[in-house]
C-alpha cells in the first residue's frame, strides 16, 4: 500500500526517485510481518490442528519441501524479473505503479513462508513421524530471516542511490541445513510403512491386484485384492488411514475411563459390522443396479489452460529537445561561439540520447516480436493438444457408445462384460473376495456365474469388545460357533440370492431367460492341509420365477431351497458339492462361433454322425464309464429322430441299479419335453436314475424340470469332457452340423 510519503517521493520525483520509493515501500510492509513471525515463535498465534496418518503426512510434507524450495527462489526471481525491470534503464524514469507491485510481491512471499510455519505447527504426525515434524521447525522463519537482512542492508543503499549509473546487486538464500537430512529421513520412513503391490489370481479366469498392509503398532494384518489396481492403491491408503487414527486413539487411551470408552466404541462398530453383513440383501434390493453408459463417459475439459498473451510493449518515453535545452550563462549570451557551442554540446546531448532510445526501442521491439511468436507457437501446440485430447476422449466416448449397443443387440461377449461390471459394482466388505467368471449361452439365454464367496476366515467375528482392568488390555470377544455358523451360512445364502437379483434387475436387454449361480470359497483343507476351492452351493433361477419373489421379506436358506438350490445343509461346513450347469473352458473343441472353429485341428464332429453310428457309439461311450464297476449297458431301441435308448445297469449295491440313458444328437436347443419323456421312462421301467445325453445344449425349463429328481442332464461339453476322460477325441460344430445334415436331408429325398 502506498504511504503518505511514498506519493511524496512519486509527485516529486527526485533523483533516485524508483530506489526512495522502493526502500519506502519495504519499510512500511516488513514490521507487521516480523511482528507476526514473532507471534508464531511465541506461540501466541492459534491455527485448528489437525490429525493427520501416515501416507497424508508423508504427501504433506514433500508437498511442504517442493513449496518451501519454490519460495526460496521467489525473492531472486522476484527482483531480477519484476523490480529491477520496473526501475526503468538508466537515464530513463522508472514505473512507480510496477515497483509497487514488484515490492507488494515480495511481501506476499514473506507472508506464505509465515503461512507454510503455521500449517506445520497446527500439525498433528503419526507417533513415527514426529521427530520429522520437529526437524522441520524454524524453517520458514529461517528462509524469512535471511529475506529480512537483505532487505535491511538494502534499504539504506536505496534510500541514498548514487547520483548517477544503476544499482544492480543479488539475492542469494541458503536452504535450511537439515532438510537433505529430514529427506532421507521421510524415505526410510517410507520404505518402511510402504506396501507391496503384486499380482495373483486364486482363481483361472482374470488377473487380481493384490497390496499388503501392515501396521505393527496395533500388529495388524491385510491383504487387499480386486481387479483394479487403482482401487486396491485406495483401499490400502484408506486402511493405513483407519489404522493409524486406530493407533492414535490406542496412545491417547492412557487412563481406564478412556480405555473403558474405546472398548464401547470398538463394540459399537463390531456391532454395526455384523449387523451390515447380516443384511446384505437388504442393501441391495429396491435399488436399480443397471450400468449408466452416459456416467461412463468421459466429459472432462482439457486441463491445460490457453497460454497468457505477452505483456504489452512498453516503450520508455522519447527524448525531446525541451530534455535538452542549452544552459546559457551570462557570458555564453554576450559571447556568440560560446553560445553555439552551447547550444552545439546541446543538440549533441539530444542526439545521443535519442539514439540511445531508438537503440533501446529497436531492441525492446525485437524481444516483444520473439515473445509474440512463441506466444504463437505456444497457442498452436496447446490447440494440437486440445484437438488430441477432445478426439481421443470422442473415441474412448464413441467405443461406450459401441458397447451398449452391442449390449442392446444382446451380443454374447457383450453380455457377458455387461453382468461382469454389475457384478463389480456390488458393494461388499473388504475382507470379501471379488473374483468371478461369467459365461453366457445365447441359445438357452442361461447365464452362468461362478462366484468366489468369503471363506469362514473372512468373515468377522467379534461381537462385543471388553476392557480387563487387571490385565489392562482389550480384549474381543466373538460369536459362538453356532453364532457364527448361522451368520456365516445366513451371508453366503444372501450374497447368491443378491447377485442373481442385481443381474436380473440390471437385465435391460432382456437377454436373461436364466442364472445359474455356483458359489465357490477358496480354504485350506483341514485334512491335508492344502488349499482347495470347493463349490458348496449352486442354483437355477427362472426370471419369471424369481420376479415374483418378495426378497425384503423372505428368509434366504428356506428362499434358497425353494428354487431348489443344491448345498449342504451347513454351508459353514464347506461341503463340496456338483454344480447344476459348470463354466468349461477346458475342451476348445465344442465350438459356438465360426471363429472358434476356425482356429481347432479337423476332427470329427459328432453333431454330423449317422445316427445308427451314434448309437453305438453312446453305447461304447457308457460302457467303458461303467465297465470300472463290473456294470454293462444294452442298446434297447433306436430312432431315426437321432435319439437312442440304453439301460445300464451298476452292481454296486448302494448307488447302482437300473439306470436308462436316452441320447439326442441334436443340433437345437433340447426341449422340456424331452427330459419329461425321460422322467416317464425311469417311472415305467423301475430305473433308479435317468441319463439324457445331447450334442446341444437344454432349455431353462429343461433344468427346471429336472430339479430334485434322478435325472443327468448332459450337455454336448459335457459328453466332449466324458469322451476325453476314456481317451476319445472328437468335436462339435453345431452350425456345421445343420448345414450337413441339411445336404444330406436333400440328398436322400432327391
Known amino acids: ?77 522476484i527482483l531480477q524479473n519484476e523490480l529491477m525491470p520496473a526501475w526503468g534503464p538508466a537515464g530513463f524514469a522508472g514505473d512507480a505503479a510496477a515497483i509497487e507491485c514488484a515490492v507488494a510481491r515480495f511481501a506476499d512471499t514473506c507472508l506464505q513462508l509465515y503461512g507454510w510455519e503455521r500449517d506445520r505447527q497446527a500439525l498433528i504426525p503419526p507417533a513415527d513421524f514426529k521427530h520429522v515434524h520437529e526437524s522441520m521447525k524454524g524453517w520458514a522463519e529461517h528462509l524469512f530471516r535471511q529475506v529480512d537482512a537483505t ?98 486413539k490406542k496412545l491417547q487411551a492412557q487412563s481406564k475411563e478412556a480405555k473403558k470408552a474405546l472398548a464401547r466404541e470398538r463394540t459399537e462398530e463390531a456391532v454395526k459390522v455384523i449387523d451390515d453383513i447380516g443384511n446384505t440383501l437388504c442393501h441391495a434390493v429396491g435399488k436399480s443396479h443397471k450400468i449408466e453408459w452416459d456416467d461412463m463417459k468421459d466429459r472432462s475439459p482439457f486441463p491445460k489452460y490457453l497460454p497468457d498473451p505477452p505483456p504489452p510493449l512498453r516503450v520508455p518515453p522519447e527524448p525531446t529537445p525541451s530534455h535538452y535545452p542549452p544552459l546559457l550563462g551570462l557570458f555564453d549570451k554576450l559571447i556568440t561561439s560560446r553560445k553555439k557551442r552551447k547550444i552545439e554540446e546541446s543538440t549533441r546531448a539530444f542526439s545521443e540520447a535519442h539514439a540511445k532510445w531508438d537503440e533501446k526501442v529497436n531492441e525492446l521491439t525485437c524481444e516483444a516480436n520473439a515473445k509474440v511468436q512463441a506466444h504463437n507457437e505456444a497457442v498452436k501446440r496447446w490447440e494440437e493438444e486440445k484437438a488430441e485430447f477432445l478426439k481421443r476422449q470422442e473415441e474412448r466416448n464413441s467405443l461406450i457408445d459401441k458397447r451398449r449397443a452391442a449390449y442392446l443387440q444382446k451380443s454374447p461377449k457383450s453380455i457377458v462384460d455387461y453382468c461382469r461390471t454389475v457384478l463389480s459394482n456390488s458393494k461388499y466388505p473388504d475382507s470379501f473376495p471379488k473374483e468371478f467368471d461369467v459365461d453366457y449361452n445365447p441359445t438357452s439365454g442361461i447365464l452362468v456365474v461362478e462366484y468366489s464367496l468369503p471363506s469362514p476366515d473372512d468373515v468377522p467375528r467379534t461381537k462385543e469388545v471388553r476392557y480387563n482392568q487387571t490385565s489392562d488390555d482389550h480384549i474381543e470377544v466373538p460369536l459362538s460357533e453356532s453364532e457364527f455358523a448361522k451368520l456365516y451360512d445366513s451371508i453366503v445364502y444372501q450374497m447368491t440370492l443378491r447377485s442373481i437379483h442385481e443381474l436380473f434387475v440390471a437385465d435391460v436387454a432382456h437377454a436373461l431367460e436364466a442364472i445359474v449361480f455356483n458359489g465357490w470359497v477358496e480354504s485350506i483343507d483341514k485334512a491335508t492341509g492344502k488349499q482347495v476351492n470347493a463349490c458348496i452351493l449352486s442354483v437355477q433361477a427362472r426370471y419369471q420365477e424369481f420376479e415374483s419373489i418378495n426378497l425384503k421379506s423372505v428368509e434366504p436358506k428356506s428362499c434358497f431351497k425353494a428354487l431348489k438350490g443344491v448345498g449342504s445343509s451347513k454351508l459353514h461346513s464347506l461341503a463340496a458339492i456338483a454344480p447344476i450347469l459348470q463354466i468349461s473352458r477346458k475342451d476348445k473343441r465344442f465350438i459356438a462361433s465360426r471363429e472358434v472353429a476356425d482356429a481347432l485341428d479337423e476332427t470329427y464332429n459328432l453333431a454330423t454322425m449317422d445316427w445308427e453310428d451314434f448309437e453305438q457309439f453312446i453305447r461304447e461311450v457308457f460302457e467303458k464309464e461303467f465297465a470300472r464297476d463290473g456294470g454293462e449297458v444294452k442298446v434297447t431301441q433306436a430312432s431315426r429322430d437321432g435319439g437312442v435308448d440304453a439301460v445300464a445297469f451298476d452292481p454296486d449295491p448302494i448307488r447302482g441299479g437300473k439306470i436308462v440313458i436316452q441320447a439326442k444328437r441334436y443340433t437345437n436347443t433340447v426341449g422340456v419335453s424331452a427330459v419329461r419323456d425321460l422322467y416317464g421312462t425311469v417311472l415305467n421301467e423301475g430305473a433308479t436314475k435317468g441319463i439324457l445325453v445331447t450334442t446341444a445344449d437344454y432349455g431353462p425349463d429343461a433344468y427346471e424340470f429336472a430339479k430334485g429328481k434322478p435325472l443327468t442332464l448332459l450337455n454336448g461339453s459335457n459328453l466332449l469332457s466324458l469322451l476325453e476322460k476314456h481317451g476319445r477325441k472328437a468335436r462339435i460344430d453345431l452350425k456345421e452340423a445343420k448345414r450337413v445334415l441339411g445336404e444330406r436331408e436333400k440328398m436322400d429325398t432327391a
Open 1 to 77: 500500500m502506498m504511504t503518505e510519503r511514498a506519493q511524496q517521493i512519486v509527485d516529486q520525483k527526485p533523483t533516485g526517485w524508483e530506489y526512495k520509493l522502493t526502500a519506502e515501500l519495504l519499510e512500511a510492509e516488513l514490521p507487521s510481518i516480523r511482528a507476526q513471525f514473532d507471534d508464531l515463535h511465541r506461540g501466541l498465534a492459534l491455527a485448528p490442528t489437525k490429525a493427520m496418518g501416515g501416507l497424508e503426512f508423508m504427501g504433506f510434507v514433500r508437498a511442504q519441501i517442493q513449496k518451501l524450495q519454490v519460495m526460496l527462489q521467489q525473492p531472486e526471481l
Open 151 to 248: 532487505i535491511l542492508k538494502l534499504c539504506p543503499m536505496l534510500a541514498n542511490p548514487p547520483s548517477s549509473g544503476r544499482l544492480v546487486f543479488e539475492m542469494d538464500f541458503k536452504a535450511p541445513a537439515n532438510v537433505v537430512e529430514v529427506t532421507r529421513e521421510l524415505e526410510e520412513l517410507d520404505r518402511k510403512h510402504s506396501v507391496s503391490l503384486s499380482t495373483g489370481a486364486t482363481m483361472p479366469y482374470g488377473m487380481i491386484w493384490q497390496k499388503e498392509v501392515r501396521h505393527h503398532g496395533l500388529n495388524k494384518y491385510r491383504l487387499i485384492r480386486g481387479p483394479d489396481k487403482y482401487v486396491v492403491e485406495q483401499k490400502a491408503a484408506a486402511q493405513e488411514a483407519t489404522w493409524d487414527a486406530m493407533w492414535q
